[in-house]
């Protein structure tokens, strides 16, 4: 598939064509082995930490459930939140990672076979109603597991940095440029996005 996506990008954006030349081939591989319950809560974990930070916690709060390779929707609302503290996470993410897990419970946050069969828009706007969890927490999720090919994350910082840095702005695009310039990359923005990442590397 991503042959067919890299033929279509470079032959519609040919500063982008240059980006894709110089990375090389596309190395974006989802991951489908997470169901999007351990997904979110992995990517709530996360939010505005640097990755290293973020692994030593997410490590600490899965170290809590011995036995487990990761903690169930009733492990995480039976645990005592000073005991999530304790692993490092903040009050705020942990409401929000019970949330996830009472949403889960309730069928809100689908299972993996269910969630595979519902197109995007239904996905946010069903996902985006979990406390902590924005579009942007969704996109990853719809790129990086359910490996969904027209997603652009319009507000992440590094689309937008590498957005910047490509086309040689000053400023970074706003969302609504960057969703503008986007359309051409149709149906293929995931990948855009995968080389804007990659740009800053």
């Known amino acids: 598939m991503s042959h067919a996506a890299i033929k279509h990008l470079t032959k519609a954006d040919k500063v982008l064509a240059r980006l894709i030349k110089k990375v090389g081939p596309c190395g974006w591989k989802p991951n489908k082995r997470h169901s999007p319950f351990q997904a979110l809560v992995r990517s709530v974990t996360y939010q505005q930490l640097n990755g290293t930070a973020a692994a030593a916690i997410f490590g600490r709060v899965k170290a809590l459930y011995p036995g487990r390779k990761f903690p169930s929707?009733?492990?995480?609302?039976?645990?005592?939140?000073?005991?999530?503290?304790?692993?490092?996470?903040?009050?705020?993410?942990?409401?929000?990672?019970?949330?996830?897990?009472?949403?889960?419970?309730?069928?809100?946050?689908?299972?993996?076979?269910?969630?595979?069969?519902?197109?995007?828009?239904?996905?946010?706007?069903?996902?985006?109603?979990?406390?902590?969890?924005?579009?942007?927490?969704?996109e990853m999720l719809l790129i990086f597991k359910l490996g969904r090919m027209d997603v652009l994350p319009a507000t992440d910082y590094g689309v937008r940095k590498g957005f910047a840095l490509t086309y040689k702005l000053k400023d970074l695009p706003s969302a609504a440029e960057l969703l503008a310039h986007g359309e051409k990359w149709r149906p293929y923005r995931s990948f855009a996005a995968w080389y804007l990442w990659r740009s800053l590397d």
């Open 73 to 138: 929707p009733e492990d995480l609302l039976n645990t005592p939140d000073a005991t999530l503290r304790g692993a490092g996470l903040s009050r705020a993410k942990i409401a929000a990672i019970k949330d996830i897990a009472a949403k889960t419970l309730a069928g809100v946050v689908p299972d993996s076979r269910t969630i595979a069969r519902m197109d995007n828009e239904t996905i946010i706007s069903q996902l985006t109603t979990i406390r902590g969890v924005g579009p942007w927490t969704v």
